[in-house]
């Protein structure tokens, strides 16, 4: 994730360190891509579907404060916006019988702040990571989700299904491009360089 708040520089012993820890990323990408295809290809009654999100929600949230920040800001912001999507998950298991709008508005809730944040991180970033679109295309389409599951108070499971599913889909092929990014930063650094 990139951190839409500071602004680092990415120097050679900060790329090296990050790309050791590229592979993060691709369990992460591939978590959430599993997810995504599992999401959308089984019919889900409403309380199986809110167990899986939840799941998702606290792995996705655990692999997010593991990973290290590609813009090299420190830490802390993945830290706190995977501590938040584990309590989210939280919020899900320890809340029986959830309804569909409450499903509905915690996922297109998260969906949507998610977006934003990746959607800031990339524009505030534009300068110093090579891939910063992907963020900003990526996060132009979670707020796009998530408006569309918000904006509709009463929805059907499917939509709602396919929303879930499709998120996780695309999270999980951006982490997994990014991890790809992220193994060879030195070497992109070095061939950008004065």
């Known amino acids: 994730m990139l951190s839409p708040v500071s602004r680092v520089t990415l120097d050679r012993p900060a790329a090296e360190a990050l790309s050791k820890q590229w592979w993060v990323l691709l369990l992460a990408g591939i978590f959430s891509a599993v997810v995504g295809i599992v999401i959308l290809s089984v019919q889900w009654t409403l309380s199986d579907l809110a167990a899986v999100m939840s799941i998702f929600f606290v792995i996705n949230g655990a692999f997010r404060a593991a990973t290290p920040p ?4 420190g830490r802390s912001w993945n830290i706190g916006v995977g501590v938040a999507e584990i309590l989210v998950g939280i919020a899900f298991l320890a809340w029986p019988g959830v309804s569909l709008l409450t499903l509905a508005i915690f996922i297109g809730a998260w969906v949507f702040v998610h977006g934003v944040f990746d959607l800031s991180g990339g524009i505030s970033s534009r300068h110093d990571v090579k891939f910063w679109w992907l963020f900003v295309i990526i996060g132009a389409i979670e707020v796009g989700l998530g408006i569309l599951l918000l904006d509709r108070p009463v929805l059907s499971l ?3 299904i396919a929303v879930a599913g499709v998120w996780a889909l695309i999270i999980g092929t951006l982490e997994i491009i ?10 992109t650094l070095d061939r950008h360089a004065p």
């Open 70 to 73: 590609v813009d090299n800001s």
């Open 158 to 160: 499917a939509l709602a």
């Open 178 to 187: 990014v991890a790809f990014e992220v193994k060879h930063l030195p070497d």
